[in-house]
């Protein structure tokens, strides 16, 4: 299933986006997609038994984020060869784990803003892994996929300068306010047979800059959730960004083509959408 959230932003309901392409209204059958809808089976059952749903018209509908009240976004860096190489680091011998607060997540067309000061704005697709069980100390890759309730685009917006440069954790580049756009649907984990192999590209004002595959991923999806699941216990609506392949502006010559107001971001993941966002000044 394709599910996704559609309304003004905090106003959100819940929608199902059809195999012929028909937007249908959830919002009589599941009050909300969110981490207890996702750990609930008899709900989801719900859904795949309605039947046919109400179409709603999509023309002006915004798409929000597809996913409500997340707990945390837990976020993996360094986690592609091909990214490892562009940047000149050494691929890390554990996987590199840092946050986002969730209310950095914005909806896959929203407006991002440029910080104030931000000199080194740079753009990040990633695939989202979203929670369904909850998982703690969880032992093999099998069993980490059936913690695994879907996938999503999601774009790690990152100020370089914030994160490298000004002392401490990198916490202060990822954080800054609408620097984790999300969506546009959430697919379920039963169609994405193997999240090792989906092409991921982004685009800044229609140039190809990011043109990768997640098989070029160092630590797969499923050793990710394995491995954070020994420090930390995942929830249901939890989401883990799993890394960026090459392509992003830190790994250019100089000048650096950073982010500036007025441009213009796309991204896409096979099977799981397209985002599009226009930067403007915070």
């Known amino acids: ?26 919002s009589g059958v599941v009050p909300d997609i969110d981490g207890p ?3 609930d089976d008899a709900a989801l059952g719900r859904i795949r038994a309605a039947g046919e749903l109400p179409a709603l018209d999509a023309t002006g509908l915004r798409v929000g984020p597809p ?4 707990g945390k976004v837990v976020c993996i860096g360094l986690n592609y060869h091909d990214h490892a190489r562009e940047t000149g680091a050494q691929p890390p011998a554990e996987p590199v784990v840092f946050f986002k607060a969730a209310d950095t997540v914005v909806g896959p067309h929203d407006t991002v803003l440029v910080p104030r000061r931000s000199t080194k704005t740079d753009w990040e697709v990633e695939l989202a892994v979203v929670i369904g069980r909850t998982a703690r100390y969880v032992e093999s890759a099998e069993e980490a996929l059936a913690h695994v309730a879907g996938y999503a685009v999601a774009h790690d917006v990152s100020e370089r300068e914030f994160q490298i440069e000004r002392g401490g954790t990198w916490d202060k580049g990822k954080n800054c306010e609408t620097f984790n756009p999300l969506g546009p649907w959430l697919v379920t984990a039963d169609e994405v047979p193997d999240p ?8 800044v004002n229609g140039e190809l800059r990011q043109d990768g595959t997640t098989a070029e991923q160092i630590f797969p999806v499923a050793e990710v959730v394995r491995y954070v699941s020994q420090f930390m216990t995942l929830y249901p609506g939890d989401v883990i960004n799993t890394g960026t392949p090459a392509g992003v502006a830190m790994g250019h ?11 213009v971001v796309e991204l896409e993941i096979e099977g799981l959408g397209r985002q599009r966002q226009e930067f403007k000044d915070a």
């Open 1 to 26: 299933m394709k599910l996704l959230r559609v309304g003004t932003a905090g106003a959100e309901r819940p929608a199902l986006l059809d195999a012929e392409g028909t937007l249908r209204d959830l």
């Open 37 to 39: 809808l996702l750990a």
């Open 67 to 70: 996913l409500a009240r997340i």
């Open 196 to 203: 090792q192999n989906l092409a991921l590209r982004l685009w």
């Open 253 to 263: 010559p100089e000048p650096k083509p950073y982010l500036r107001a007025g441009d």
